[in-house]
Structures are given as structure tokens and as C-alpha cells.
């Protein structure tokens, strides 16, 4: 890949690295531990399922307006600090939130303030491996990083006490990331056209050969939206205490983590569509293994697969970003990525509460299922087209 002669910001893989862990670290307190502290307000499963729900549609509508408007706008990281400040402000507000709608309406909007973040920081960090060669696994990785030490925080800090301390503990992981948001590097507005990236294809990178990869890799993620919303409350009613639970969810991400390392060896071993490939392979059998009653250990050993489910789509798209998307239109890109991911998870999320209730975890057959569709769809785009070999293809 070609090198730009633009200058590198100081310390650009350190200071990304910083807004990963901290953003991610928000996720290690909310996934695991939000549904706890729901059903700690005497909330029912469809209940949380519609609370765990609504925030993500609003995060679908959100995210790809605020990538398309950060394209635009002569700094992308001011949208990071816009939207680190007012996700702390309503975990703030979630403290203090106590019934169905109050708390629907609370974390609804924090959904849909935090909903950029993730993406334009993705865009801000690709834009580094475009231009400088940065290897992108050394920089997310520290994303996963953060979510297994506030994993661990929280889930120490609430076998300590009791559920109650989750919003606060949310408000705080919050707070890393609004300091952080300060200190991602400054790359100014994204290049123009006059730049193109390896392999940019006409319609920078949108075709449908991508488009139906990104539908299938969401699609297979989507499969999460039960193991994020329920998986906690299964281990808790299985008898695992907050401590247990939080080394579950962090076996996963620690598999994550192992990858990301990897990932710059891996790449130039294996193709990104071989990665999305297995990956879509993997949660098929995750969901069909996860309705078995598994005591701890199996059950940690069935989390590492996380790492496959997971880090292998998303490493494998992001690097088929790279190679087809040019800069001017990374963020849109990325918000577009996000849409598919959000719209998705939102339907896996909604059905996962009615189907949770309705057969326990046997419903995990059905995220099996959905995964085996998402399966097919990427080895639909994966697969070669004879008229494309050559220049004009």
C-alpha cells in the first residue's frame, strides 16, 4: 500500500488505542451487566428486550447521518467529543431513572448520542492504515482490552454490592471516553478523490459485492443480540455470581484480544473473505452449542469462540474497507456498516425477548439459524467472478 507524504500526528496509534479502550470499556459494563440491573427493577424479559431495543434503532438512524455529516466537516473528532459529552450526561441521568419508561426514554437517547462513535472512530483510525501502513489489529485491539478490564471492574464492584452500581459505573466509563474523545488525533477534512485507494473500485467501494458482504457479516453479528441481552441472565439463574460472569464475558474477549495481536500475521496468510467465512462458520455452531446446560469451564471454553464469531467478521470486513473505499468517503462507509450492524441486531434484539421467554435458551437455535443465512450470503459475495479477473473486469 502506498504511503502518503502527509505528516503523522504524534503518537496517532497510541492516542486511537486510548479512544478504543474507552469506548469498548462502555460496552464491557453495559452488555454484561445491563440486563442485571434491569431485571433487578422487577422488569420482565419482554420488557428488557423492548428497553434493550429501542436504543439500537435509534442508533441506526443516528450513526449514518452523523458519518456522512463528519465527512463533511473540516474535523471528524469533533463529533467524537459531542457525542462522548452527551452520553455521559444521560448516564448521569440513568441513575436517577427508575421504572419502564423512564428508563426506555434515558437510555433510548444515550443510544442514540453514543451511536456515532464507534464508526467515525473507526473512519479516523483506517484513514491511519491507509495513509501511514499503520496495522489496524494493534490499534482496535486495545478496544477489546478495555472492555475485559471494565468487565471485570464492574463485575467485581457489583458482586460487591448489588446491581445498582451499574449506571454509575457506566457514568464513569463514560467519562474515559470524553477525555479520551480530546486526545484523537486531528487528521483534518478527508482527502478528495485525487487519492485513490488500492483497488478502488467506481462507486468507492459500494457495490454490490460489498454491500452483500457487509449485509451478511451484520447478519451473522446480529446473532449476538440474544447472548448480549439474555447470556447474563441465564448464568446468574444458573447460580454464577457477578465475578463468574464477568470472567465469561472477558474469556471471549480475551480470545478477541489474542487475535488482534495476530491479526497483522494472520492477514498475510489468509484472505479477509476466508475470515468472514470461518467466522460465519464458527457462530453457527457457537448458537448450537450454547443451548447445552454447560457448567463454568465448558462454558468458558465456548466463550473463546467469541473470537471467531466476532473479531474475525469484523477484521474482515474493515480490511476489505480498506482495500475498495476511498478516504473522502470513509466515514459515510463506515456509518453505512453501522446501519446494516444496528438494523439487524435491533430485529435479532426485539425477537431475542419474545423467543427467550417463549423457550429459554433452545432459542438460541434461531440465532443458529439466522447465522447460517448470513453464511450463505457471504459466500455468495466471496465467491469469484470470472469477468473480473484482468483490468477490465
Same mark, same amino acid.
Given at each position: 500500500?502506498?504511503?502518503?507524504?502527509?505528516?503523522?500526528? $504524534?503518537?496517532?496509534?497510541?492516542?486511537?488505542?486510548?479512544?478504543?479502550?474507552?469506548?469498548?470499556?462502555?460496552?464491557?459494563?453495559?452488555?454484561?451487566?445491563?440486563?442485571?440491573?434491569?431485571?433487578?427493577? $422487577?422488569?420482565?424479559?419482554?420488557?428488557?428486550?423492548?428497553?434493550?431495543?429501542?436504543?439500537?434503532?435509534?442508533?441506526?438512524? &443516528?450513526?449514518?447521518?452523523?458519518?456522512?455529516?463528519?465527512?463533511?466537516?473540516?474535523?471528524?473528532?469533533?463529533?467524537?467529543?459531542?457525542?462522548? =459529552?452527551?452520553?455521559?450526561?444521560?448516564?448521569?441521568?440513568?441513575?436517577?431513572?427508575?421504572?419502564?419508561?423512564?428508563?426506555?426514554?434515558?437510555? &433510548?437517547?444515550?443510544?442514540?448520542?453514543?451511536?456515532?462513535?464507534?464508526?467515525?472512530?473507526?473512519?479516523?483510525?483506517?484513514?491511519?492504515?491507509?495513509?501511514?501502513?499503520?496495522?489496524?489489529?494493534?490499534?482496535?485491539?486495545?478496544?477489546?482490552?478495555?472492555?475485559?478490564?471494565?468487565?471485570?471492574?464492574?463485575?467485581?464492584?457489583?458482586?460487591?454490592?448489588?446491581?445498582?452500581?451499574?449506571?454509575?459505573?457506566?457514568?464513569?466509563?463514560?467519562?474515559?471516553?470524553?477525555?479520551?474523545?480530546?486526545?484523537?488525533?486531528?487528521?483534518?477534512?478527508?482527502?478528495?478523490?485525487?487519492?485513490?485507494?488500492?483497488?478502488?473500485?467506481?462507486?468507492?467501494?459500494?457495490?454490490?459485492?460489498?454491500?452483500?458482504?457487509?449485509?451478511?457479516?451484520?447478519?451473522?453479528?446480529?446473532?449476538?443480540?440474544?447472548?448480549?441481552?439474555?447470556?447474563?441472565?441465564?448464568?446468574?439463574?444458573?447460580?454464577?455470581?457477578?465475578?463468574?460472569?464477568?470472567?465469561?464475558?472477558?474469556?471471549?474477549?480475551?480470545?478477541?484480544?489474542?487475535?488482534?495481536?495476530?491479526?497483522?500475521?494472520?492477514?498475510?496468510?489468509?484472505?479477509?473473505?476466508?475470515?468472514?467465512?470461518?467466522? &460465519?462458520?464458527?457462530?453457527?455452531?457457537?448458537?448450537?452449542?450454547?443451548?447445552?446446560?454447560?457448567?463454568?469451564?465448558?462454558?468458558?471454553?465456548?466463550?473463546?469462540?467469541?473470537?471467531?464469531?466476532?473479531?474475525?467478521?469484523?477484521?474482515?470486513?474493515?480490511?476489505?474497507?480498506?482495500?475498495?473505499?476511498?478516504?473522502?468517503?470513509?466515514?459515510?462507509?463506515?456509518?453505512?456498516?453501522?446501519?446494516?450492524?444496528?438494523?439487524?441486531?435491533?430485529?435479532?434484539?426485539?425477537?431475542?425477548?419474545?423467543?427467550?421467554?417463549?423457550?429459554?435458551?433452545? =432459542?438460541?437455535?434461531?440465532?443458529?439459524?439466522?447465522?447460517?443465512?448470513?453464511?450463505?450470503?457471504?459466500?455468495?459475495?466471496?465467491?469469484?467472478?470470472?469477468?473480473?479477473?484482468?483490468?477490465?473486469?
Amino acid at each position: 500500500m502506498a504511503q502518503s507524504s502527509l505528516p503523522v500526528p $504524534s503518537l496517532f496509534a497510541t492516542r486511537c488505542a486510548l479512544a478504543y479502550a474507552a469506548a469498548l470499556g462502555v460496552n464491557g459494563v453495559l452488555l454484561p451487566f445491563f440486563p442485571v440491573w434491569l431485571k433487578s427493577l $422487577s422488569l420482565d424479559d419482554f420488557q428488557i428486550g423492548i428497553i434493550l431495543t429501542v436504543p439500537i434503532v435509534l442508533r441506526v438512524l &443516528s450513526a449514518p447521518i452523523a458519518g456522512m455529516l463528519a465527512d463533511r466537516l473540516p474535523e471528524r473528532a469533533r463529533v467524537l467529543v459531542f457525542s462522548a =459529552a452527551l452520553s455521559l450526561v444521560s448516564a448521569l441521568a440513568l441513575t436517577l431513572a427508575d421504572g419502564f419508561w423512564m428508563v426506555l426514554l434515558v437510555f &433510548s437517547l444515550q443510544g442514540a448520542a453514543f451511536a456515532p462513535f464507534t464508526p467515525v472512530l473507526e473512519s479516523i483510525t483506517v484513514t491511519g492504515v491507509r495513509r501511514w501502513g499503520y496495522r489496524y489489529g494493534s490499534i482496535r485491539v486495545w478496544g477489546s482490552i478495555g472492555f475485559v478490564a471494565m468487565s471485570l471492574i464492574a463485575g467485581e464492584a457489583m458482586a460487591r454490592s448489588s446491581g445498582s452500581v451499574v449506571p454509575w459505573a457506566a457514568s464513569a466509563a463514560f467519562l474515559l471516553t470524553l477525555i479520551a474523545a480530546f486526545g484523537v488525533p486531528r487528521l483534518g477534512r478527508a482527502n478528495g478523490s485525487s487519492e485513490p485507494g488500492p483497488r478502488q473500485s467506481a462507486d468507492s467501494g459500494l457495490g454490490g459485492r460489498l454491500t452483500l458482504l457487509m449485509i451478511g457479516c451484520t447478519l451473522v453479528q446480529s446473532t449476538h443480540g440474544m447472548y448480549y441481552g439474555f447470556s447474563a441472565i441465564h448464568w446468574q439463574a444458573m447460580g454464577f455470581g457477578g465475578t463468574e460472569i464477568g470472567f465469561l464475558w472477558s474469556a471471549g474477549v480475551l480470545a478477541e484480544i489474542l487475535f488482534f495481536f495476530l491479526s497483522g500475521r494472520i492477514a498475510r496468510r489468509i484472505s479477509p473473505n476466508a475470515l468472514i467465512l470461518f467466522g &460465519s462458520a464458527a457462530a453457527v455452531l457457537r448458537w448450537c452449542l450454547f443451548v447445552l446446560p454447560l457448567d463454568f469451564w465448558p462454558a468458558l471454553l465456548l466463550q473463546c469462540s467469541h473470537a471467531f464469531s466476532f473479531a474475525f467478521l469484523h477484521f474482515g470486513i474493515q480490511q476489505k474497507i480498506v482495500e475498495q473505499v476511498h478516504e473522502s468517503r470513509e466515514s459515510s462507509v463506515q456509518g453505512t456498516y453501522f446501519f446494516y450492524s444496528g438494523a439487524f441486531l435491533a430485529a435479532s434484539t426485539f425477537l431475542s425477548g419474545a423467543l427467550y421467554r417463549e423457550f429459554g435458551q433452545p =432459542a438460541y437455535l434461531a440465532m443458529a439459524a439466522v447465522a447460517a443465512i448470513g453464511l450463505w450470503l457471504n459466500t455468495r459475495a466471496a465467491r469469484p467472478q470470472p469477468q473480473s479477473m484482468g483490468s477490465g473486469g
